[in-house]
């Protein structure tokens, strides 16, 4: 993934849309999804804005096991019939590798979470796949070990992936994890993979997504990614930090006018 084997950045063609060329991206959608339902109206709601790309979990690595884990095949099922519905390319995470095969049937990208970019079984799994990848920093990861994680997937044939930069674990208790700004120039400059910010796992806070979106924008980063909800309060899991869709909205028009986001 280093600079030195290509110069030129890679694009990423997800079905039609990009990442990693002139349009920057905004990778919106629910924590996890719950429920047909739930999904429709975050995907109508991010239609409207113009997005290109839904996120939404259906295998969900909780802190405890007592909390809600996912739909599992059927969340993917939900995801795939809101994409096609409305013409968007679904991101989702999977956990096990015996379960890659059939997340490719329905997912135009399979996400590896901060929680498993050691699981190098996995790794290995979605490397010989040919859906592209979302890759997430490990939660206390360092840049080497980050992007080590990408050869394994890229050495095994899969070239397709995007680095995601989503906060590290630091003494720090007002955000949730660390937004590590610096990672997104040293990848950048490193590497030739696209790289996104998950402003919304970075910073735990709703009140600082739109000043990190443009910071992450604003140092280089192919796009961002955040939580959408249509109910956030009454949400299944990370119910204090995904925004509703009029939040989403005043979010995205403030980063269009910024200038950072066509
Ligand atoms: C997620 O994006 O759904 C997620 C669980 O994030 P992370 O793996 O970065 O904690
Ligand atoms: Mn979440």
């Known amino acids: 993934v280093s600079r030195k084997k290509k110069e030129a950045d890679t694009v990423l063609d997800i079905s039609g849309a990009t990442v990693g060329g002139a349009r920057k991206q905004v990778i919106a959608g629910p924590c996890a999804v719950e429920s047909e339902k739930q999904v429709f109206t975050v995907a109508k709601a991010l239609k409207e804005q113009g997005i290109d790309l839904m996120r939404g979990g259906a295998y969900k690595p909780r802190t405890s096991p007592y ?9 993917l099922k939900i995801l795939r019939k809101a994409g ?3 013409g968007l390319k679904v991101i989702s995470e999977i956990v096990s590798p015996t379960d890659v095969e059939m997340a490719e049937r329905y997912l135009d990208v399979i996400q590896i979470g901060a929680r498993n970019m050691q699981n190098f079984e996995l790794l290995k799994e979605v490397g010989s796949a040919k ?3 979302l890759l997430k920093r490990g939660l206390s990861a360092t840049m080497e070990e980050f992007l080590f994680a990408a050869e394994y997937i890229v050495s095994r044939g899969n070239h397709q992936v995007i680095l995601c930069e989503r906060g590290i674990r630091t003494y720090e208790k007002w955000t949730r994890n660390t937004l590590d700004i610096s990672a997104v120039p040293i990848l950048k400059n490193e590497s030739h ?4 910010v998950d402003v919304t796992h970075s910073t735990g806070r709703r009140d600082i997504l739109l000043p990190c979106a443009k910071a992450a924008l604003a140092a280089g980063a192919d796009g961002v990614m955040l939580e959408v909800h249509p109910n956030p309060s009454v949400a299944l899991s990370d119910a204090k930090q995904q925004i509703d869709v009029s939040r989403f909205e005043t979010f995205m028009k403030e980063l269009r006018s910024s200038g950072l986001l066509e």
């Open 193 to 196: 993979l696209p790289v996104v």
């Open 84 to 86: 096609d519905t409305f």
């Open 131 to 133: 859906t592209p990848v």
């Open 67 to 75: 909390d809600f884990q996912g739909l599992g095949e059927e969340g």
